[in-house]
């Protein structure tokens, strides 16, 4: 899977989200990728010999130089998941966090194992494996946290470019709240070490192409008043995009009030020390105030919603509905290992369910709500994929270049192939090749194409993920 | 995958559950199944050789008539899953609900694809596919609502048998609240075609040793009161068990309440025309007061929890600690197409989150309750597994037959492979093999068994399923 050389036609059925809760389908339709990764074309009711013989030579490309990728019957292109919040370290926790909850899942499970990143070997299992099963599931741009260490932080720099990902990544800054083994010295370390990341990447791709840089306070609470000014300054003289977490857990809230008794509220606490830019991205966001979801909006940061970290860590859930009716830009974060799941599919398939949460009638509502008004924050299938996509590029600054399938934007996508039942006069006599290949979706072959988008975001997992390209290269695919 | 003629000898790791929150390690183990399926041996501290030398002499066994079955490095022998409540008709309505709840979801989606299985060849297709798809994902047991045509259901018992899954099949009654083409006629009908249905298992499985029937009201607000009581009269002649729901959802109760105004709660509903025995399977139970879960406990009625359905249609989370707290049996079902996942694997990672929802800041405790009481309603995953297993047998009166590895039960068992991360000094160039097979739970070497039945819980899926056994016969593997 190298680089690609040529430019690339791309045919077949097109779905991606237009507007929250809207996906487009695009049949019969013909996409045109030049030879750096760019969306050039876009022709709807246009077949293969339609494009050889008229689409190519408008655009002067010569056939024999042009690759050829067809969707086959009932597979789809779609774009490619976006992982607002994903933390590479922990990956090897997935799963393990017992009955644990933020601060002493922080202690129990993550601290040890991010220290341990000081390995390089270790941190390149990891994050190879990490990296790779991300891109099998389809998420062709994460934004990482690493660890406090500068050389495996860019170790995983250049995996991310060499395998071929779209990454942010970040080197995590905490001068507290941690072991002592596993902390910044200082505010100023803090900074220089986070410079030095910033340098290699710069060294490895020096237009930010593919791999960034991203300013990473871990959170207000493992951040010294001065250690997030340093950061807030550094922000503001790079004008690089910032990561950090924010009001996931109670306990955490009232810590962060404890530690910064002169400032109101936990917003507040980035804001005053100019982390809360357009360029921030806010993981969770369960717990806010009206008036920090106000202020969040008014600076234009971003939220990462983690469904399945919600869920697992039992922090809460993160009112999505409610968040996009501040006009924030929300995005899905798997955040392993705080969420269990590599996959941005399960993130999308866990925020239809968290809002259904919300929606119960167990959940605080007001005496006397409506099932109506209830039922208003539940998350459609459109909705979450459009989370998974056009809504993370938003997150993540890139929504002029990635996201959809428009014109001028870059190709990243993935071709997915459901799961056809056969339709044989006697299935008990028959093998069970459609059970043992590609995963669990089944289409029988009466659903519409907004069922067979349901069957794929409750069932589908990277067996559906056929190939997937980053910026036109093909970096994974299955037989 | 035919019958097994022959005894059988398994070895290498064994993980079962022998208490609710309790599992069993075996190592170096030996289990010996006798030609008809059942334990006859378990020996610890057993190698291949000793148990060839001494445990097979000892049971007067021919190691040349002996089929030895090993668990690789890393892989363990689990019980079956049992499948306490599940919908084959809906199979390919998996993932389609949209913003439903039960009452419009049954009208909008089930009645639909239900009442199209009055088509036998349509019912094959579906059903052979559920059934293939369900033993695919380690399910060796499943209590089945078909429909209201006999034909069809019949059908559905005869593929049980023939793919060797064992099964509760039961023929849906409903005289009311279906649509008209959708309907038993009358109560004597809804009888009389059940008892053709236990005709044809009787006919077919004279001693119900893999499929049974079960006696199938779909739920109060779809049989009159003389249907109930007739089913209820029906249950006393055969002392057959008895499936149906109970208090999954608001509206469903309140309707009951119109529907049987001189009946206090929907339990007493049941109780009241005899369907609440000591063979009773209660899907959901979400809703109950103490006094109708006290009633249920003291009838020794049974629960299935479905998790994936509560978070789905939006039903409401059940308080699986507060019902084992009333002593009642509880499993685990999927509940298809309510819920959207063939798997028990998912409805046991499914409950583990719905527990932590229940234990949510948001979710209506009494004030002043603390973290940690309402961290007690949380389920571990020693305790899903355990509803996955031996909770879910008692549930379908089989607790002295399935569930776990005791000498004297049948051979109900998968054999599970996790995928270890290989150990390579340059990943970055190396093949991705271990990505592209063997599914999404990465094993690093360093974790405790206890940490990789969590990591299998909250990442595992039909490919670590490798090989499933019922009742002593290979009727699933992968290769």
């Not at 039992?314 to 009112?319: I, L």
């Not at 605080?364 to 008004?373: A, F, N, V």
């Not at 993540?396 to 870059?410: P, S, T």
Request: net charge negative; hydrophobic share 35%; proline share 4%.
């Amino acid at each position: 899977m190298s680089p690609s050389a040529q430019h690339q036609l791309f045919l077949g059925s097109f779905v991606h989200s237009i507007a929250l809760g809207q996906l487009e389908y695009l049949h019969s339709t013909a996409i045109c990728v030049d030879s750096s990764g760019k969306i050039v074309a876009v022709q709807r009711d246009c077949d293969r010999s339609t494009a050889e013989q008229s689409l190519l030579p408008r655009l002067g490309w010569d056939l024999n130089h042009v690759t050829v990728t067809e969707s086959g019957q009932g597979q789809f292109f779609f774009p490619g998941f976006i992982d607002t919040h994903v933390h590479a370290p922990q990956y090897p926790n997935v799963g393990i966090f017992g009955k644990s909850t933020l601060l002493d899942w922080l202690n129990t499970y993550t601290f040890p194992m991010e220290s341990s990143m000081s390995c390089l070997k270790k941190a390149r299992r990891v994050y190879s494996q990490c990296v790779r099963r991300s891109l099998a599931h389809g998420t062709t741009t994460a934004s990482y946290f690493a660890t406090i260490h500068v050389p495996a932080t860019n170790l995983l720099a250049d995996l991310c470019l060499s395998l071929g990902q779209r990454a942010f990544v970040g080197r995590v800054c905490m001068d507290r709240l941690g072991p002592d083994h596993y902390l910044d010295e200082s505010a100023e370390q803090s900074v220089s070490r986070t410079r030095e990341c910033i340098a290699h990447i710069q060294a490895i791709d020096p237009e930010y192409a593919l791999v960034s840089p991203i300013i990473t306070p871990r959170f207000a609470p493992s951040c010294t008043g001065p250690s997030l000014a340093a950061l807030g300054k550094l922000q503001k003289e790079t004008n690089l995009p910032v990561q950090t977490h924010i009001s996931e857990n109670n306990n955490e809230i009232s810590l962060v009030k404890e530690q910064f008794p002169g400032i109101k509220t936990y917003t507040d606490v980035y804001d005053q020390h100019d982390l809360l830019t357009d360029k921030t991205i806010l993981a969770h966001a369960v717990h806010l105030s009206e008036g920090e979801a106000d202020l969040i909006s008014q600076r234009q940061s971003k939220v990462a919603h983690c469904p399945c970290s919600n869920s697992s860590i039992t922090s809460g859930e993160a009112r999505v509905r409610w968040l996009l009716g501040k006009g924030i830009s929300v995005g899905l974060g798997t955040d392993m290992s705080g969420g269990y799941s590599p996959s941005i599919l399960e993130a999308a398939r866990l925020a239809s369910l968290v809002s259904n949460h919300l929606a119960m009638p167990g959940h605080r509502w007001p005496e006397g709500t409506s099932d109506e008004d209830r039922d208003k924050v539940k998350l459609s299938v459109e909705e979450v994929l459009h989370l998974a996509t056009r809504g993370g590029a938003e997150v993540v600054g890139l929504q002029d270049r990635i996201g959809g399938f428009d014109v001028g934007k870059e190709w990243d996508a993935q071709l997915i192939r459901l799961n056809v039942v056969p339709d044989v006069d006697d299935e008990a006599s028959g093998s069970s090749d459609n059970i043992l290949e590609g995963g669990n979706v089944d289409v029988f072959g009466w659903e519409s194409w907004e069922e067979r988008m349901a069957k794929w975001l409750f069932n589908g997992d990277d067996r559906n993920t056929v190939k997937v390209w980053v910026k036109g290269r093909l970096v994974h695919a299955r037989r």
